[in-house]
């Protein structure tokens, strides 16, 4: 019965799941290794290490050229996601981790805009019923946390950053649309820690710290999940219009949440409640959308 369930749900989606699961891991594993006064640069670069020895063997199995065909667009590709991927790792740092998830997952707007102006991806009416709930649910979620008057007030530039990283990840997804119809996922993935780690380290000039035994596993774990998730989100994209798979990765939303409570005891409030179920209304919009088309 469960296998029948498992294999009913569309490939992408199947892939975008794993994705969504991965990354919600890695964000946890971030937040645990900056409790080691481990610098966001220090924990970037160490991402792009492992993810660029994993992209590298992965690359040299299959027996494909390295550098790819677009190199400009895949370099743009990297740096754009780089970028992207500090503001991130600076929001998680600093903010809950689901609501620096939340805040985070506004790129799917971003990526179907983008990809309706660059691609001329038709918006579908399911895509667009599932971002307005999902963007909804992120208000009702967000908005008590963000209130002038309220009890616990968000860091204003933490928030910032994190918008500025969903714009960013929306911009790279649409580029990696662009990319899979001449690129393997594997050269793809392969550009973003190529870029992320001389970056970082650059960024990170003298403020590196000696990480110990505990905080070395987690930034091992920040890489491979991430890898896991960055081989998700590729396959999702190349098989599926970029908007709708993008709308539907915001079940890692609900990933980082039930993650906030077991590991850092950040109970959910019932804005947060609510916000879930509607993220999960359109999610479901989305899926039974895209099934009778």
Known sequence: MLQNFFLSIPISLRFMLLSAFSFALMTACVKLVSTHNIPVFEIVAARGL??????????????????????????????????ALICVYYAVTTLPLAEATLLQYLYPVFTALLAFFFLKERIQRSTLICIVLCLTGLLAMVQPNLALNGEAVLPWFSVFVALLGALGSGTAYVIVKRLSKTEDSSVIIFYFPLIALPLSLILLGNDFVMPDGEALILLL?????????????????????????????????????????????????????????????????????????
């Open 50 to 83: 492992i993810s660029l020895l994993i992209s590298y063997v992965d690359i040299k199995r299959k027996k494909i050229a390295v550098w790819g065909n677009h190199k400009v667009l895949l370099i743009s590709r990297g740096v754009v996601g780089t970028l």
């Open 221 to 293: 774990f920040v890489g491979i999940f991430t890898q896991v998730g960055q081989v998700g989100l590729t396959k999702a994209m190349q098989t599926e219009v970029a908007g709708k798979v993008s709308a539907f990765s915001y079940v890692q939303v609900l990933f980082s949440t039930v993650l906030g409570v077991f590991i850092f005891n950040e109970i959910p409030s019932v804005w947060t409640l609510i916000g879930g179920i509607l993220i999960i209304l359109g999610a479901l919009i989305n899926v039974f959308g895209s099934k009778k088309k």
